[in-house]
């Protein structure tokens, strides 16, 4: 079963935020240049120009620090499972009527994330079959293809062809034989029908095993294409990774 529907007319960013983190406790108020980083991200999803960014914050010093930087935030119970269940929620009181059709989830902790990237993410949703869509990039670094914190998208993906269905997401080096291998960049775009059905399924065998949440919506059935970018955005995970990105964006201010 798909939620075959035309392409979206009223999309919504949303931005999932949480003050817990084990590596970087704090991660969406850390300063960059002067301004918390969760703010750095919600710029780079209004320059998108996709739709209306709303930050679904866990905690209410989030809301305050978006607010204050003149965004839209809104507060989520701070015990859901994952960043999906946190936007649906969102979404649902945001949009109770049902206005948006379709929800882009831009992760919190991208502060260097480009707008292009966003709106690839969203592009895929064009053909009516595709229920949720995602980014890739070709791997390049040799260490990448058997990191398993590397997660391998395995697409049908003809030569030269800039989007691709996904058949599965795994941790181990796939698919085999020679060709691209393709890194998968946790930024999605639902239609608002499949993100609904999506998070009232339950957990898959796969999705358990290896870790990954997408292999509960292909388990059902789902739809997942893939656009592919240039670059992965910087995950910001630890001290390092937040001070690569003040120079990232030290750079573009310079």
């Known amino acids: 079963m798909t939620t075959a529907a035309a392409r979206p007319a009223n999309p919504i960013v949303v931005i999932p935020a949480r003050m817990a983190s084990t590596r970087l406790p704090g991660k969406p108020l850390a300063d960059i240049l002067g301004a918390p980083m ?9 320059e998108a120009a996709i739709g209306p960014v709303v930050v679904a914050c866990a905690e209410p010093e989030i809301a305050r620090a978006v607010e204050a930087a003149g965004g839209t935030a809104v507060l989520t119970r701070p015990d859901h499972p994952s960043g999906s269940d946190r936007i649906f929620e969102a979404l649902r009181l945001v949009d109770p009527e049902g206005r948006h059709d379709a929800v ?3 992760q919190g902790d991208l502060p260097t994330v480009e707008p292009e990237a966003v709106r690839a993410a969203f592009a895929p949703l064009e053909d009516p079959s595709v229920d949720i869509a995602t980014l890739v990039v070709e791997i390049t670094r040799e260490e990448e293809r058997t990191d398993p914190n590397v ?12 989007r691709g269905r996904a058949l599965y997401f795994t941790r181990t080096t796939a698919p085999h034989g020679d060709g691209p291998l393709y890194h998968h960049i946790g930024l999605y775009a639902y239609r608002r029908a499949a993100l609904e059905r999506f998070v009232a399924l339950p957990p898959a065998v796969l999705e358990q095993r290896e870790k990954l949440e997408q292999l509960r919506a292909l388990a059902n059935g789902m739809r997942i294409d893939a656009a592919v970018v240039d670059a992965v955005p910087l995950g910001v995970d630890t001290p390092a990774d937040l ?7 030290a750079g573009k201010a310079g």
């Open 38 to 46: 969760i703010v750095h991200v919600m710029r780079r999803a209004q």
């Open 243 to 249: 001070e690569r990105a003040r120079a990232l964006l």
């Open 104 to 106: 882009v989830n831009v």
């Open 151 to 162: 997660v391998k998208a395995v697409l049908e993906l003809p030569p030269g062809a800039a």
